[in-house]
């Protein structure tokens, strides 16, 4: 691969479009609406035409949304994101349906080939019964408020030694020794939070009362059942998500007050505190794996070339192209992620680093999701580089696992490089009650629709506590812990994405025990398996993978005694 990627030459749509309103594009539209079908071969035809439509417009929104994430203070950024959102999408979801109608009542549909487009016929069909034109002014007035969760938390700042610090900048001392300053700083976030509290759960009632609106209208009972149908998971459910959660409580969580215990013992402070749950109990200094973005860019690139060249090289490409925005500034919304870009093909990766740990993961977790991208790029249509969250968090939690024995061009002693394997396997098992705990509450909220904002944080409550160790004492900080479900931006911007990361990383433990047995024959299934895209169903990728998709008690079980070995627990 070179250093950098340019965009193919399009065929249908033109080179200069500039896309601010819905006719700036409806000509396209119109065009593929009154084409007439007359073979299976111009089926095919018009859906290449379509996909190069849908990538250029998806396209062109997702650089919107990147570009309002990195400053969210810039009002024209904002306009142009909103613009797109209120006169572009409504139109853009009455078309696609239109279009839907006539892939589906072609003649000629029957006569595609079967074991090719049955996910794209599976999705047509799911696609088709869900849609409801009037839903389409809810979901427009949802992705407008929707953004607003990551202005509001943008804003968000602490002063502390005479600077201002964004929360991820302050978190960052939530690792240092001195456990004064920890409480510090841990208070002074926790009431930083709470200033906005009230118009985060405004916010919040507003959200919750359009998305059942929306699932209604569909024909559900409510949004958590509609958004098992939208979100396309056919081969799992509630009954399975509710197994899940039970299972982590049962299986996992023990062994966290395990880790807790060891954690109270090595500090000899019993209870523990919030504000000691991120201190290192392995050394005397936090893990710093870097201090600049060039830094984390260039040892980035050599640890991924370790396990696999294309994959450093992918990141590279990335790099060379300015598609990577790494730093934690005041302003940029928080979070992390990599944003697929289906028309070039080379993604943008969107982080808030600010020298720890985390940071090093979740680049190597987002070069995950890069390389699926990569790899998918060259797919006929768009609708075959779109896949499920549970593929494509397969893709980002492996490699995180996979690094790990590369982690050496970060850390250039082995004291560090094992602490840092310790810490990220004690993560691996302490993601996994949040992510089951912040899945459950969200069956709760949308199964009780009429919830008051007292219910709703009883039922935080209630659910959190069901997983808690006993070992943590968050009795001083009650408002925090009642409102620590606002952190989570998926609750407020993407419902209901978030038990894939559980799903995945079992996945991902699979793809690391298979690696640690056989590295090149593990890479190669890793990345044939991505390379399929959305062209099969969930559990042929896995299988492809070289791992079972399950998520069953028994398995959680096997899983997690590996690990605890692994810690010697």
């Not at 710093?288 to 260039?298: A, H, K, Q, V, Y």
Request: aromatic share 10%; proline share 3%.
């Amino acid at each position: 691969m070179s250093q950098a990627i340019n965009r193919k030459k399009r065929t249908f749509v033109a080179e200069d479009i500039s896309i601010l309103k819905w006719i700036d594009i409806e000509q396209y539209f119109e065009y593929l609406l009154n084409t007439e079908i007359n073979s299976v071969q111009s089926l095919e035809e018009w859906m290449k035409k379509r996909s190069e439509l849908e990538s250029v417009v998806g396209e062109d929104y997702r650089w919107k949304h990147v570009h309002q994430s990195c400053d969210t203070e810039n009002k024209d950024k904002e306009a142009a994101l909103n613009g797109f959102i209120e006169h572009v999408m409504p139109q853009w979801m009455q078309a696609s349906n239109e279009l839907n109608q006539k892939v589906a009542q072609s003649a000629f549909l029957d006569q595609l080939d079967k074991e090719r487009y049955k996910i794209f016929l599976r999705n047509l069909k799911n696609e088709l019964e869900l849609f409801r034109e009037e839903n389409i002014p809810l979901m427009t007035e949802v992705d407008i408020l929707s953004n607003e969760y990551g202005k509001i938390s943008g804003a968000m700042t602490i002063e502390h030694d005479g600077k201002t610090l964004t929360l991820q900048q302050a978190q960052k001392l939530l690792q240092e020794k001195d456990r004064n300053l920890r409480k510090d700083i841990f208070e002074k976030i926790g009431q930083r939070r709470l200033q906005d509290k009230d118009k985060l759960e405004e916010l919040f009632d507003k959200l919750l009362k359009l998305r059942h609106q929306i699932a209604l209208n569909a024909g559900f009972d409510n949004y958590r059942d509609y958004m098992m149908r939208s979100l396309g998971r056919f081969d799992y459910g509630v009954k399975e998500c509710e197994a899940f959660h039970e299972a982590i409580k049962e299986v996992i969580t023990p062994i966290i007050k395990n880790i807790n215990q060891d954690r109270a013992d090595r500090l000899d402070i019993h209870p523990l505190q919030p504000y000691d749950m991120s201190v290192s109990v392995y050394g005397d200094q936090a893990l710093r794996p870097f201090e600049t973005s060039r830094e984390l860019i260039d040892n980035g690139i050599a640890t991924l070339n370790e396990v696999d060249t294309y994959f450093g090289e992918c990141l590279q490409i990335m790099d060379a192209m300015h598609h990577l925005d790494l730093d934690s500034r005041i302003g940029k919304r928080p979070g992390g992620y990599n944003m697929p870009l289906p028309e070039i093909g080379v993604p943008f990766i969107f982080m808030n680093a600010t020298g720890t740990h985390s940071d090093l993961v979740t680049l190597v977790h987002e070069a995950g999701h890069a390389v699926h991208s990569f790899l998918t790029k060259d797919l006929t249509y768009n609708f075959e580089k779109e896949f499920s969250s549970e593929v494509a968090e397969l893709a980002s939690m492996s490699m995180e696992m996979m690094t790990m024995p590369y982690w050496n061009h970060f850390y250039k002693d082995v004291e560090s490089l094992n602490r840092a394997k310790r810490e990220q396997i004690e993560r691996v098992l302490t993601v996994l009650p949040w992510i089951a705990i912040v899945d459950r509450f969200q069956h709760w909220i949308y199964t009780h629709p009429e919830h008051t904002r007292e219910e709703r944080k009883a039922a935080w409550r209630t659910i959190n506590q069901d997983y808690s160790t006993g070992l943590v004492d968050w009795s001083s900080y009650e408002e925090e812990e009642n409102y620590s479900w606002h952190r989570q931006l998926h609750i407020f911007e993407v419902p209901f994405y978030y038990i894939e990361y559980g799903i995945a990383q079992l996945g991902a433990l699979g793809v690391w025990k298979n690696y640690q047995e056989d590295a090149e024959k593990t890479v190669t299934q890793y990345k044939t398996a991505l390379s399929l895209g959305g062209t099969v169903s969930l559990p042929e990728v896995y299988v492809t993978a070289g791992v079972p998709f399950d998520f069953s008690a028994k398995h959680i079980s096997g899983l997690a005694s590996v690990l605890e070995k692994e810690l010697n627990l």
